[in-house]
C-alpha cells in the first residue's frame, strides 16, 4: 500500500510517495523551502507544490512542527508563524489539496512511530525516547510501543532557557559551536531528560543523526543506550505515511482522518 507523506520542518517541506510495506520512500521526495515568516498561506501553498509534483490524488499524511490535537488543531509554534496556533491543520490542507482526505501529526511522533516500526526501535519493549535535533528538538516517547503524543521536550529548561535555544543544530549553526561544544550542551540535556523518564533507549534523530559518528563519543555518562536514528530525514515522510494508513500497529493514538468538510 502507498501513501503520500509530506515533512513540514523549519528549512524545507519535503514528500513523495511511500511504501508502507516496506517503510520507505517510493520515488526520490521532492522538497521546497519553507517560507519566512512560515505563514498558514505560504506552508499550504509550499504542500501543494509538493504534493502535485507527484501527481497524487490519494490520502495524504503530514507532519506539523508543534502540538497537533487529536482533533488536528494546532496548540503550539516554536519555530513556524504563530497564526498557526488554533487552526484546524486538516480542514486548511485538505481544502489546498482540492479535498484530498489529509491526517496531520506532530512531527517528531511521525519520525518516532516511523523508526519504531521500520528503524532503530525496531522490536524495542520498555521506555523509548526519539529526540529529534533540527531547528528545533522534537520529542516521541514511547511505553511499551504506545506513543504518549504531543510531549514537547525541546521545551524542557536547560541552563535557564528553552532546551532547543540551546542544543539543537540550529543552535550549533548559530553560535557556531564545534561538535564538542554542542555535544556538552545535548550531554547535559539528555542527563536531565533521562532524571525525569529513565528510558531504556535514547533515539537521537533529525538530519544530524547522520554525523553520530562526530559527536556520539562525547555522550558519555548516561545510562540509557543511545542510538543514532535509521531512517534519518525521511523518518517524517514515512511515520506521517503511517498515520494516515491507520493499518499499523504503532499508531494506536487517537488521530482525525479525512476530508476539509468530511
Ligand atoms: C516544537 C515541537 C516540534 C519540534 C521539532 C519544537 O519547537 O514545539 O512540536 O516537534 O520543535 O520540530
Not at 123 to 152: M, Q, Y
Not at 221 to 244: F, K, R, S, T
Request: glycine letters at 14%; aromatic letters at 8%; charged letters at 20%.
Amino acid at each position: 500500500m502507498q501513501i503520500f507523506g509530506v515533512d513540514i520542518g523549519g528549512s524545507g517541506i519535503k514528500g513523495a510517495p511511500v511504501d508502507l510495506d516496506k517503510g520507505d520512500v517510493s520515488q526520490k521526495r521532492f522538497k521546497v523551502l519553507t517560507p519566512h515568516p512560515a505563514t498558514l498561506d505560504g506552508v499550504a501553498d509550499g504542500v501543494k507544490q509538493v504534493v502535485r509534483r507527484f501527481g497524487w490524488s490519494g490520502p495524504v499524511g503530514l507532519t506539523f512542527p508543534g502540538v497537533v490535537t487529536a482533533k488536528s488543531t494546532i496548540r503550539s509554534a516554536a519555530n513556524v508563524d504563530k497564526t498557526w496556533i488554533g487552526t484546524d491543520a486538516r480542514a486548511l490542507f485538505s481544502e489546498r489539496l482540492g479535498g484530498l482526505p489529509v491526517t496531520v501529526v506532530n512531527d517528531a511522533d511521525a519520525a518516532g512511530v516511523a523508526e519504531m516500526r521500520f528503524g532503530a526501535g525496531k522490536g524495542r519493549t520498555g521506555t523509548v525516547i526519539l529526540l529529534t535535533f533540527g531547528t528545533g528538538i522534537g520529542s516521541a516517547l514511547f511505553s511499551d510501543g504506545v506513543l504518549v503524543p504531543n510531549t514537547e521536550f525541546g521545551h524542557l529548561e536547560l541552563g535557564g532557557t528553552d532546551a532547543e535555544q540551546r542544543a539543537s543544530s540550529k543552535a550549533k549553526e548559530e553560535a557556531g559551536l564545534s561538535w564538542e561544544q554542542w555535544a556538552n550542551r545535548v550531554r547535559r540535556y539528555l542527563t536531565h531528560v533521562e532524571m525525569l523518564f529513565s528510558p531504556n533507549l535514547i533515539i537521537v534523530g533529525g538530519g544530524i543523526s547522520r554525523d553520530s559518528d562526530k559527536f556520539f563519543h562525547f555522550l558519555d555518562g548516561i545510562q540509557a543506550e543511545i542510538v543514532p536514528a535509521q531512517l534519518h530525514n525521511d523518518a517524517g515522510i514515512v511515520g506521517a505515511a503511517m498515520c494516515a494508513a491507520r493499518t499499523d500497529p504503532f499508531v494506536k493514538f487517537s488521530v482525525t482522518h479525512g476530508k476539509a468538510h468530511g
